[in-house]
Structure formats: C-alpha cells, structure tokens
C-alpha cells in the first residue's frame, strides 16, 4: 500500500491536465464574481449615454411654423 502511495506521488502523468482544469476552474470563479460589478458599471454607463442623448433632443416650440 505504501509503494502504491510513494508511486502516485511520483507519477507526473496528467498533471499538465490537473493544473490547466485548476487555472480554469480559477478563472471562472473569479469571473462569476466579479461579474455583478462589472454589470453595474456597464449598465450606468449605457444609462449616463441615454440621458445625456435624450437631453440633447429640445422640444420644439408650438407658436413658431
């Protein structure tokens, strides 16, 4: 049992595989949480264009044809 132990200690086989699924694995949870923050920020910023578009628009006076 003991040299089963000391040989997969060993063994590199697969361990590219391991680390790139934990890089992944990181990487998409650091993305699901910073994703809140990142939608705030892109939401106000399509709502500041809206109101500074939609202010540029001046109702047009109803006496002057």
């Known amino acids: ?10 063994d590199e086989a697969g ?4 680390e790139y699924a934990l890089l992944t694995a990181s990487i998409g949870i650091i993305g699901i ?10 939401g106000q910023t399509y709502q500041e264009f809206d109101t500074d ?3 540029l628009w001046e109702v047009p006076d109803p006496g002057t044809d």
């Open 53 to 55: 578009t939609q202010d």
């Open 15 to 18: 361990q590219d595989v391991v």
């Open 33 to 42: 949480a910073t994703w809140p923050l990142i939608a705030i920020a892109i």
């Open 1 to 10: 049992m003991c040299d089963l132990f000391v040989r997969l200690v060993k």
